[in-house]
Nanobody
Framework: QVQLVESGGGLVQAGGSLRLSCAAS????????VGWYRQAPGKQRELVAI???????NYADSVKGRFTISRDNVKNTVYLQMNSLKPEDTAVYYC???????????????WGQGTQVTVSS
């Protein structure tokens, strides 16, 4: 069993910062790539940032220069530091992980439950 738990969401004023965490636990052999996604009301889920096992990162154009994704392989945790937040960043943020279990089964579809980020103007 593998679980992903997000935390760190909340209400912040425009221009503020939040740091989201995605903690993985369970029968994990290795965590490959991890992505942060977000879904605003009435919109499709979109990829915000992704980090590979080698810590190569990629970002959506809308968050480049404001968000930073990082990982702590000892803690099995991936972070999303969000600075200069805008009202349009308001969404539920989800993490998605590509994980190989201790039985060497690799799956790409582990998702957390989501954490709400609300940015007021």
């Amino acid at each position: 069993q593998v679980q992903l738990v997000e935390s760190g969401g909340g209400l912040v004023q425009a221009g503020g910062s939040l740091r989201l965490s995605c903690a993985a636990s369970g029968s994990i052999h290795s965590i490959n790539s991890v992505g942060w996604y977000r879904q605003a009301p009435g919109k499709q889920r979109e990829l915000v940032a992704i980090i590979t096992s080698d810590s190569i990162t990629n970002y959506a154009d809308s968050v480049k220069g404001r968000f930073t994704i990082s990982r702590d392989n000892v803690k099995n945790t991936v972070y999303l530091q969000m600075n200069s937040l805008k009202p349009e960043d308001t969404a539920v943020y989800y993490c998605n992980a590509d994980i190989t279990t201790v039985r060497f089964v690799r799956r790409y579809d582990y998702w957390g439950q989501g954490t709400q980020v609300t940015v007021s103007s």
